[in-house]
């Protein structure tokens, strides 16, 4: 069994704003993969408070503890290009 670095749909250049695949036409998470991905032009590395679109906002995972900089595994990017 081959283990993929990076090739799950949230990287896939198919993936549509409401998580469904455009190639296969069904709802998708993070855990899935397949052979027709396509990387993503360009990936955003930088997953932490100051990039998150939940920051200090209502549907924070971590209002307490979050700051700049802080990993959070609920990071929600800003902007999706």
Known sequence: MA???GNSCV???NLSTNDTCKVH???V????T???FEMKAALKND???DTCARF???????PQKA????LCSHWAPQGIA
């Open 56 to 62: 200090e906002s209502s549907n924070c995972a971590n």
């Open 67 to 70: 700051a700049p900089g802080m």
């Open 47 to 49: 997953p932490n408070c």
């Open 11 to 13: 990287n896939c250049d």
């Open 29 to 32: 998470s993070d855990n899935y």
């Open 25 to 27: 036409g069904v709802k």
């Open 34 to 36: 397949c052979d027709s």
């Open 3 to 5: 283990i993929r670095l």
